[in-house]
DNA sequence: GATGAATGAGCGTTCATTCAT
DNA sequence: GATGAATGAACGCTCATTCAT
C-alpha cells in the first residue's frame, strides 16, 4: 500500500521496490534503537541506498515511519486469515489465530516494539490511521470468538470484546516482554499456556470437552505459518 | 529515591523538592511529547525554572528520563500495597490491587505510556534497573494470586506466571489502549469486566461461588485508593 | 596531510580543498584571539562557509587546532629545506636556513604564537605528534650547525644542542616578542644581528674570517623565500 | 599589589590573605589546563573558599588571570635582585642573575607557561601592564650586562638590546621546552651549559680569562636562591 | 533516476555571575 | 563577611532536507 505517501518518481514498480528496500532497514533500526536515534544516513547506509533517493520516493522522516507502520500491520492482516485458510471447526480456528498472531509477532519483534513506541510520533490523521488498522486485525479475532459462541463452545454471555483485547494483549506481550519470556519458552509453549488460561474463562461443558480432547491429540496441532522468517536473533530489547 | 543521579546541590531536601518539580513536569511532556522531542527548554518552562536549575540536580537529559520512570515506578509499589491494607480475604486482596493498579495507572496514563515507549532511551544498565522494578509490581500481584490459590479459591494446577502477566497487561492496556477504552467504559467498569473474565478461567468451584457472592452484594467492593489524583485529563494519546 | 583527521567526505580533493578554506581562516582566528574565544560560528563565517560543512570535514573543534598547528609547523618543514636547496657553504646554509626560519615566522606571527600558546590544548597522543614535528624542524638547524662544525668552521666542542634551542628560540621570539621588535627593526635587522651575536660564540679563528668577509659584501645575502607573503599586518600581539 | 583590581571587601590584610590563597590555585589551574578551560568553581575548590568569596575580592575573572600573572612577574622581580644582593663582580652578578631567574622559573614552570599562554587573554591596557612588567625584569638583566661591558670583561661593541633577550628566551625556554630539557638535565647544568654558549660569544679576551678562571673553581658558584619551593613535581607539560 | 555535498535551525549543555540568606 | 542555589546567554554539534550535478 502506498497510502498518501507522495514519491517524485512515478514509476509504481519502482516505488514498490525501492521503499521495501528502505522500510525493511527502517523498521530494524527504528525497532532497536527508536525513531527519533535513527538517522536517514543510517537508514540510506543499511538499505544500501543514497540519502537523496530515499527522498525521491518519500516526502520527509515521517512518511518512513507511517511506511514501516503499515508495513508491520499489514503482515498481521495478511498472517491470520492465511492460518485460518481451509479450517473450520471454531476453536480450531481461534487457536490457529493466536499461533499465527504471536508467530508474525515473533518474527518481527522489533516491528511489534516499534508499534507500541512510536505511533504517537505521527500526525494525528495517520496515527487513526494506524488505529484504524489496529481494529481491523482485532476483527478478526473478534471474529473468531463470535465464531466460537455461536458453535455454542463458549458460553454466550462471554464478554466478547474485552476477551478480544486480552488475546490481542497476549500476542503483543510476546515483543513487549521479550526480554522475560524468551528466557522462560518458546513461542509455541507460550501459545498453548495461555490459550489454556484464557480459554477455560469461557468454555462451555461442550466446549471443555472438546477443547480437552484437541491438546489430548496434538500439543501445538497448528502448523507454523510458512514463509516467515525465524524469530529474528536480534537482541529484542 | 535519589538513586544514582548526581547532583551539584547536596542539601537532600532541596533535590527531593526541586527534582519534583521537574521531574513531573517531564512525566507529562515525555508521557506526551516522547521524550526526544520534548526539549530541556520545554521541562524547565512547564516546571517554573531555568534551564540551569535543571542541570544542578542532575548530569544530563537522560537522568531526567531515569528519575521519570523511576518515579512512575514508584507509584506502582507504594500504592498497591497501599490498597491492601487491612484486607485478608485473598480474593478481595485480589481484587482490591488490580483496582489499585488500574487506578493508578489511569492517573498516570501519560507515565505509564512512557515506561513503554521510552524505557529502551534509557543505557542498558538502567533499564535493568527499570525492568527490575517492574517484577517487583508483578510480584505483588503474583502474590495474591498464590494467596488464592493457598486457600483453595483457585485451582490447584493453575499457570500462576501466565496469570500474573495477564493482570498486569490488562492493567496496562488501560493506558496503551486509552484511545479505545475511555471513550467506552470507565476503570471500575473496566476491573470488573476484567476481572470477571479472567478469573473465571482460574477460580474453583468454591471460589466461584464466593466471588459471586461478592460481585451481587457490592458492584465495586474495594473502595478507590485515597490521595490519587483524578485521571487526568490531558488527552491521552 | 589528512593525518587521523576523519572526514564525512571521501573525496580527497575536496577534503583538502575545504580544509584549508577554514583552517587558514582558524589560524587567524585562533592566533589572534585564541582558541577557547573563537567560535565554530567565527571561524566558518570568516571561511565563508557554513557550520555544518566545517563537520563534514572534521569530528570536532579539537580537529581544527590540530589541523591548524599541523599547517604551521609543515611551513617550517617546507620552507627551511626549500631555502637551503642549492647552497653548498656550510656558513651560508646555516645563515640561510635562519633567514627563512625567521621569514616564515614572520609570515605567520600568528600560527607561531598559536603553536606556542594552544598546543597543551590537544589531548596527549597529539600534543605528543606535534612536540616529534617541532623536533624535526630543529633537527634541519642541529644538520647545518653540525655541517659548520665538520667544516671546521665552529669549535669542536661547541654545545649543539644548545645552539640549536638558542637559534630555535630565536627565531620564536620574533613571533612571541613581536610586541617588542617590530617597533625595533624589521626581520632582516633582526637576523643579521642576532647571527652576529649567536655565531661569534662558536666561530673558530677561519670561521670568523669567513663570516667577516661574507658580512662585509652582502648585509644579508641570503635571498628571502619566495612565494611568502608579506609579514601578515594584522596586529600581532 | 592590588594595582587596580576593585574589592567588595575593603579590610587591606583580608584583601591579601584571601586574593593569595585563590591565585595561588589559579596559577596552579591555569597553568596546568589553561585559562578558559578553568572554572571559577574548580579554583574555589582548589582554594577551599567558595565561588561567592572570589567575587567577594575581585570582579571577575579576567581580574584573577590579571592577579595571578602580576603574582608571577612580581616573583621575578623579587628574587632577581635578591640573588644579587652581596656580589660586586660583574661577571659572577651576571652568572647569579640567570641563575636566580631559571630556579624562579623552575620554581614555577605553570606560572611561566601561563604567562605565555594567556597574557594576550587580558584585555589590552592590562597586557600592556604586564608586558611593562616583563621590561622590568629585561633590565635587571641588561644592567648586569652593561655592568660587564663598563669592566671591560664584555667586548665594547656587543649588542646588549639582543643579548638581554637571548638570556631572557633562554630562561624562559626552561620552562616552555620543559618537555624536552627536563629528561636531559637539571637547571643548574642548563644554565651553566647556557651562559657558556652564551657568553664566549661576548667575552673580552680578559673576560675569558676571568670566565675560564670561575668556572674551573666551582662549577655552580652561585648559591641556589633560598625560599624558593623545590621544583613542581607536576608534570610541566 | 540517483547522488551526496552543503545548509542552518535548533538541540543539550556549560559556567560566569548574582543575590537572598 | 561568606555562602552556594539560581540564572540564562551562548557554546559545540547534529541531522533532516535540498539541489546542482
Chains 1, 2, 3, 4 share one sequence.
Not at 516526502?59 to 503482515?75: G, N, P
Not at 494506524?130 to 454466550?156: H, R, S
Request: hydrophobic content about 45%; proline content about 4%; some cysteine.
Amino acid at each position: 500500500m502506498i497510502s498518501h505517501v507522495k514519491s517524485k518518481v512515478e514509476v509504481p514498480e519502482l516505488i514498490e521496490r525501492r521503499r521495501a528496500q528502505f522500510i525493511d532497514a527502517a523498521i530494524t533500526l527504528f525497532g532497536k534503537q527508536g525513531y527519533h536515534v535513527t538517522t536517514i544516513r543510517e537508514i540510506a547506509e543499511a538499505a544500501g541506498v543514497s540519502i537523496g533517493l530515499i527522498y525521491q520516493y518519500v516526502q520527509d522522516k515521517e512518511d518512513i515511519l507511517y511506511l514501516a507502520l503499515i508495513s508491520v500491520l499489514d503482515a498481521y492482516e495478511r498472517e491470520i486469515p492465511a492460518a485460518l485458510d481451509g479450517l473450520s471447526d471454531p476453536l480450531e480456528r481461534l487457536s490457529a489465530a493466536v499461533h499465527a498472531y504471536c508467530h508474525v509477532i515473533a518474527a518481527n519483534v522489533n516491528g511489534t516494539v516499534l508499534a507500541y513506541r512510536e505511533t504517537k510520533s505521527l500526525r494525528k490523521e495517520r496515527r487513526a490511521l494506524i488505529q484504524e488498522k489496529e481494529l481491523k486485525t482485532n476483527a478478526l479475532v473478534a471474529a473468531c470468538i463470535v465464531e466460537c459462541v455461536d458453535a455454542g463452545l463458549f458460553d454466550a454471555d462471554i464478554d466478547v470484546e474485552l476477551l478480544t483485547y486480552q488475546i490481542v494483549m497476549f500476542s503483543h506481550a510476546w515483543a513487549l516482554k521479550a526480554w522475560r519470556f524468551r528466557t522462560m519458552m518458546n513461542v509455541d509453549e507460550y501459545v498453548d499456556r495461555g490459550l489454556k488460561l484464557m480459554l477455560h474463562a469461557v468454555l462451555s461443558t461442550r466446549g471443555k470437552r472438546t477443547f480437552a480432547r484437541r491438546a489430548a491429540n496434538a500439543p501445538s496441532p497448528v502448523a507454523r505459518p510458512k514463509n516467515l522468517p525465524e524469530p529474528s536473533l536480534l537482541k529484542p530489547c
